[in-house]
């Protein structure tokens, strides 16, 4: 008997071995898969900076050089220029978000006023509405009607509070215990102060995820850019890098060298504030 259960936890331990081994296989792979066009970008950045047709590429460049990065930053005056203003446009929407965002949360969660509900449906409904539906009218109004092309309020303004940033920040902020604000209040503060000295120290983990996927998103916006700006020193890096394409052949070298300096503020960002934007992950996910 005690032979027939060892034979039995043998077959058990080598059932769960091989689930692992297949486990990690299948993760490994798609890691691989999702991890190929960094290692393409990355490679290609140091390929050579001449003209390449899209029937020559390869996964490795025949020659390694740096001068693609040279040639990049030489190939317009403008070249750093962009860099500077997606770093511009991203920072002033970024600081927008989580000031307005969290503010209109705030109020959505803590504060009782008329018509609190039909607004935050209204917010909800913004939300469903997909991203493209809105670029005409919006662009009717910012380039039409206010004369704004080719300007940072134009790259800014639309994207200076989102619904869904004010939906995340309303969901966080009602788990913050009213009895709280109750007792500021009765110590003399009012909304704006409580809000400030209780509600934002204790809510750096969900403004800080608030700040990394606004500043993703920001930073990689293609659509938008390109409709509002024609000249070439407003363009952000998504737009300039477009510059790199020709009708027969490509920049590739310079254009990857560039997809690799636009990717360093991000890669900073993120792993400055990848100890709260982990821990937002988890918001929510533990009760108690």
Same mark, same amino acid.
């Given at each position: ?26 993760? *490994? ?68 978000? *989580? ?43 910012? *380039? ?138 988890? *918001? ?5």
């Amino acid at each position: 008997m005690a032979s027939g259960l060892y034979s039995q936890h043998l077959h058990n331990k080598k059932i769960r071995y091989t689930r692992d081994v297949i486990i990690t296989v299948v993760l *490994v792979f798609f890691a691989l898969i999702s991890l190929f066009p960094i290692f393409y970008m990355l490679t290609w950045s140091f390929g050579p900076d001449i003209e390449t047709a899209s029937t020559s590429y390869s996964i490795f460049p025949r020659t390694w050089t740096l001068d693609s990065y040279k040639a990049f930053i030489e190939y317009s005056d403008n070249s750093m220029r962009w860099l500077f203003n997606s770093l511009v446009v991203a920072v002033c929407v970024v600081a927008g978000n *989580v000031v307005f965002a969290s503010m209109a949360g705030y109020a959505f969660a803590k504060i009782q006023f008329k018509g609190r509900r039909f607004l935050f449906f209204m917010v909800l409904v913004a939300m469903m509405i997909p991203y493209q539906v809105t670029q005409v009218p919006l662009y009717i109004l910012i *380039v039409r009607e206010f004369q704004m092309s080719n300007t940072y309020a134009a790259l800014i303004l639309p994207g200076i509070a989102t619904s869904y940033n004010i939906f995340l920040a309303k969901q966080f902020f009602t788990g913050i215990p009213t009895a709280l604000l109750e007792s500021a209040k009765i110590e003399g503060c009012g909304h704006l102060k409580a809000f400030r000295l209780i509600v934002l120290p204790l809510s750096k983990t969900i403004l800080a995820v608030m700040a990394i996927n606004t500043f993703l998103g920001s930073w990689n916006n293609f659509f938008w850019p390109f409709l509002v700006t024609s000249k070439e020193h407003m363009y952000t890096i998504q737009v300039g890098l477009k510059t790199f394409k020709f009708a027969n052949g490509t920049l590739l070298s310079p254009m990857m060298a560039g997809a690799c300096l636009s990717a360093v503020p991000m890669f900073i960002l993120f792993f400055a504030l990848q100890k709260y934007f982990l821990e937002g992950v988890t *918001v929510g996910a533990v009760k108690g």
